[in-house]
């Protein structure tokens, strides 16, 4: 049975920092790009980082450039991102996604709520 379990989320003053963790199971990780997506309300789901394999090629979206770091560690099967300079309009429900071939998975997500 595969799962990714998110952690991390929480709620923090603008200019803070949180760092999301997903936890894989049941897949060969170390096979799986790995994205981060967030969802705010009202608004369409939008790809945040993602990180490839073999060499861990990252990407990310132009509003968190330079302030989120997307992370892989395939020995803990984990994926992570570190967000610095939170911003009132981070808030959103930021769920992993683990991708290989036609195999997609998502997990259940954790909210991040950035006050100002």
């Known amino acids: 049975q595969v799962q990714l379990v998110e952690s991390g989320g929480g709620v923090v003053q603008a200019g803070g920092s949180l760092r999301l963790s997903c936890a894989a199971s049941?897949?060969?990780?170390?096979?799986?790009?790995m994205r981060w997506y967030r969802q705010a309300p009202g608004k369409e789901r939008e790809l945040v980082a993602s990180?490839?394999?073999?060499?861990?090629?990252?990407n990310y979206a132009d509003p968190v450039k330079g302030r989120f770091t997307i992370s892989r560690d395939n020995d803990k099967n984990t994926v992570r991102l570190q967000m610095n300079s939170l911003k009132p309009e981070d808030t959103a429900m930021y769920s992993c996604?683990?991708?290989?071939?036609?195999?997609?998975?998502w997990g259940q997500g954790t909210q991040v709520t950035v006050s100002s």
């Open positions: 996604n683990a991708h290989y071939l036609f195999y997609k998975y």
């Open positions: 049941g897949i060969t990780f170390s096979s799986y790009t």
């Open positions: 990180i490839t394999i073999p060499g861990g090629s990252t």
